[in-house]
């Protein structure tokens, strides 16, 4: 007599999509962090972009929805979102919506329940979350999917599934999140700073690939011939000046950036002048 042996096997749906975030989407997401309501301890709101051709989910836009949490219910102001929808179609007709945010690390009990009205919005939104706590230093950024979750055939439930997130910044935009990620700072470098701490991070770059090419020379590392053709490629790139022109060049710039400080610093004087001079003229 042939015993048979069934079991039960959970099978998930797939998922192959990847978030690519604009990161002022970042930045829009930590200033309404910044000015929620005093009583509110996250904030959510709408995704906007594309899903390229790849399936790539383009988030290049955001804006946040007031809610109200109590214990597990959260209660979203759906008219204040279709309203706020509108608005950026009206600017950016080429948007759409493609999940919703939200603060914190992780998912929570409520975020079941905001996904689902936003998959009444649009067909498998993302849930991106933004830790604005920064408490290691750094910002922890994910993204995940609803997939489905059945037993065979049948479906059970959905469940959040993690994504891969493609988080690119110019170096500009590279500065203003590390000052955002550390929690405590006593004012915005000037452009003088700025500048400063670009060029001790070119420098530090370049210490890198002069220790890398020195390395393969040596024998001491295997070449490889894709970085090898970065580097190819970069050197290529820089414009062949001497000494001299080179020095001219940033002197100019930089005679340009004091001319600028210069001339904002005439016209907040003349404002503010102007400002106590009318005060003054209105007085009895």
Known sequence: MAVVSERTVLQFGPSSATAKVNPLVIFNICDCFVRRPDQAE????????SVLPDG???????????????????????????????????????????GWFSTGLGVTGGSALIHEFYSRE????????????????????????????????????????????????????????????????????????????????????????????????????????????????SVASLPKLSPPVFDKLINDNLQDQLLLVYLSSITRTQLSLAEKLNTAAQLP
């Open 42 to 49: 996250r904030v959510i709101g709408t995704l906007l972009g």
């Open 56 to 98: 790539t989910v383009d988030i290049r836009n955001s804006y946040v929805v007031p809610h109200n949490e109590f214990s597990d219910q959260v209660a979203l102001d759906i008219e204040y979102h279709h309203t706020m929808l509108k608005s950026h179609l009206k600017v950016n007709p080429q948007e759409a919506i493609v």
């Open 122 to 233: 649009v067909s498998n939104p993302v849930h991106l979350t933004v830790d604005t706590s920064f408490g290691s230093g750094e910002g922890t950024i994910k993204a995940y999917v609803s997939v489905n979750l059945s037993l065979g055939d049948r479906p059970l439930a959905a469940q959040f599934q993690e994504i891969p997130v493609d988080l690119r910044m110019i170096e500009a935009e590279r500065v203003g999140f590390d000052i955002i990620k550390t929690t405590a700072v006593d004012k915005l470098p000037s452009d003088m700073e700025g500048m400063e701490m670009l060029m001790e991070r070119l420098e530090s770059l370049i210490n890198d690939v002069y220790k890398y090419v020195d390395d393969v020379v040596e024998g001491r590392v295997a070449p490889d011939n894709c970085i090898g053709i970065l580097i190819s490629e």
